[in-house]
């Protein structure tokens, strides 16, 4: 069981938005502004799209973004692309190594 | 820039230890502004994070792996190692080294993966 919860899956379509929920505790999610959010295509190494909480690193598009409420921090992808397509990881410092989400399959209908 | 490759045997025997080394090219592991992961991923599964190690030797463990882990940083400072011992098929998962940043609170560079089986 992975300390942070995703939801398995999620889907939008082309255009659209979709946001992905990661649920913490106050030990982890709540307790810092330390959350990154990363893609991984199928067989490929993940890529970090979002740290501290809201920021893109250079390169990201300006279509995902980062926001967090309280131990649950949420990720946004705006007019969604056919190669957003991918699985999405949420991780959180957590006061000792840190903690990943079980992941969301992101669908582009 | 900087890149990381993970290198080490495909194959591990039930109860005997994992080791793969991280090379990092085009840079130094010489820096405070940088730890160094390991993190897995079981077939099919999420990530979870192994530990990570300073260039100082500094480590530091997930609780759940500790007391199997262990961590090193190459004489050139161009390497890092990692051991798992006691491995069982849970152990099974393409392992990857990865960069985390200090400035970011992330991991942002990480390597290609490389899969470990444990099997007889």
């Known amino acids: 069981q992975s300390a942070l919860t995703q939801p398995p899956s999620a889907s939008g379509s082309l255009g659209q938005s979709v946001t992905i929920s990661c649920t913490g505790t106050s030990s982890d999610v709540g307790g810092y502004n330390y959350v990154s959010w990363y893609q991984q295509y199928p067989g490929k190494a993940p890529k970090v799209m979002i740290y501290?909480?809201?920021k893109r690193p250079s390169g990201v598009p300006d279509r995902f973004s980062g926001s967090k409420s309280g131990n649950t921090a949420s990720l946004t992808v705006s007019g969604l692309q056919a190669e957003d397509e991918a699985d999405y990881y949420c991780?959180?410092?957590?006061?000792?190594?840190?903690?990943f989400g079980g992941g969301t399959k992101l669908t582009v209908l | 820039q900087v890149q990381l490759q993970e290198s080490g045997p495909g194959l591990v025997k039930p109860s005997q230890t994992l080791s793969l080394t991280c090379t990092v090219s085009?840079?130094?592991?010489?820096?405070?502004?940088?730890?160094w992961t390991w993190i897995r991923q079981p077939p099919g599964k999420g990530l979870e994070l192994i530990g990570y190690?300073?260039?100082?030797?500094?480590?530091h463990f997930n609780p759940s792996l500790k007391s199997r882990v262990s961590m090193s940083v190459g004489a050139s400072k161009t390497q890092f190692s990692l051991k798992v011992t006691s491995v069982t098929a849970a152990d099974t998962a393409v392992y990857y080294c990865a960069r985390g940043n200090h400035g970011t609170a992330s991991f942002d560079i990480w390597g290609q993966g490389t899969m470990v089986t444990v099997s007889s």
């Open positions: 085009g840079g130094s592991i010489s820096s405070d502004d940088y730890y």
């Open positions: 501290e909480v809201s």
């Open positions: 190690i300073y260039f100082s030797g500094d480590t």
């Open positions: 991780s959180s410092y957590a006061g000792r190594p840190w903690v």
